[in-house]
């Protein structure tokens, strides 16, 4: 037997480099990689909040084991098998974007929330408006599909509640 075989294994198999964030890798293709990645890296990729994650990891007991997420020196790093996982549990959480791509029909076919403001630039209404009208109703959140979301301190919508809210609207139905 050699002299390695008997040393400790102080690594993982996919913790022994750090990879790089390529640009044209989609969500599904970063979460599916195996190594470990600077944070920045892949908050930027994920549009996530880095103060949040960081928050959070110094509140886990063993943010490494639970999160994938740790400060080594000055540098936070992601453990990505591990940081998948955890992402995945939270996912359906998620704001999507608004395609920039998309009109306000296509928009109002979509399924998932999305902030306010990102929805009411591509719809005949101002997210004044529609604030408006949400704070007016107790019920907004099931009857038009809106609210105020604490975590991201911002209104958002679910697009299968709201889109219907929105053609009774624009059919002329303000009651």
Known sequence: MSDVQNEERIFAADEMQIRKVEDDWDE??????????????????L??????????????????????????????????????????KRRPNRIQR?????????LLQQRGKFF??????????SSHQIRYQAK???????????????????FVVQMEVFSKWVRKLWAGDFS
């Open 47 to 88: 549009d996530l909040s880095p103060v949040k994650l960081k928050k959070e990891a110094k509140e886990c007991e063993d943010s490494w084991e639970e999160m994938g997420i740790r400060k080594t020196w000055t540098h936070w790093i992601v453990r990505m098998k591990v940081f998948s996982k955890w992402y995945e």
């Open 116 to 125: 306010l403001t990102e929805v009411c630039e591509k719809i005949p209404f």
């Open 136 to 154: 007016k109703n107790k019920n907004a959140k099931i009857e038009y599909g809106i609210w105020k979301e604490p975590e991201y301190s911002a």
């Open 28 to 45: 599904p293709t970063l979460l599916s990689q195996e190594g470990i990645f600077f944070l920045k890296d892949v908050v930027k990729a």
């Open 98 to 106: 608004v395609n920039p791509e998309w009109d306000g029909n296509e």
